[in-house]
């Protein structure tokens, strides 16, 4: 199961760090992700980390989020910096084994004001 946590209310220019703590053992052999939805849009890859370190970013989100991993604490978070209205959205994070397993979590909301 994972269980995401940290959204919140923001104004632009703000930041927010969401946490995603994944139970089971398995949690540092998995690549881990964040999808955000936005109302009305479809689910989109924000940010993704591999069992190592390698991440990639959507495009909209390079030099303002950062997504790390802390395998002792089977947790992985995205720092979000300088947001904007458009980072408005539901936050979800995934889990992927290397078998091809995939578990999402219940996801977060995220909502920055101006």
């Known amino acids: 199961q994972l269980q995401a946590c940290g959204g919140g209310l923001v104004q632009t220019g703000g930041s927010l760090r969401l946490s995603c703590t994944v139970s089971?053992?398995?949690?540092?052999?998995?690549?881990m992700s964040w999808y955000r939805q936005a109302a009305g849009k479809q689910r989109e890859l924000v940010a993704f980390?591999?069992?190592?370190?390698?991440?990639t970013y959507a495009d909209s989100v390079k030099g303002r989020f950062t997504i790390s991993r802390d395998n002792a604490k089977n947790t992985v978070y995205l720092q979000m910096n300088s947001l904007k209205l458009a980072d408005t959205g539901i936050y979800y994070c995934?889990?992927?084994?290397?078998?091809?397993?995939?578990?999402w979590g219940q996801g977060t909301q995220v909502t920055v004001s101006s």
């Open positions: 089971g053992s398995s949690f540092r052999f998995n690549a």
């Open positions: 980390i591999t069992s190592g370190t390698t991440t």
């Open positions: 995934k889990s992927q084994t290397p078998w091809g397993k995939a578990d």
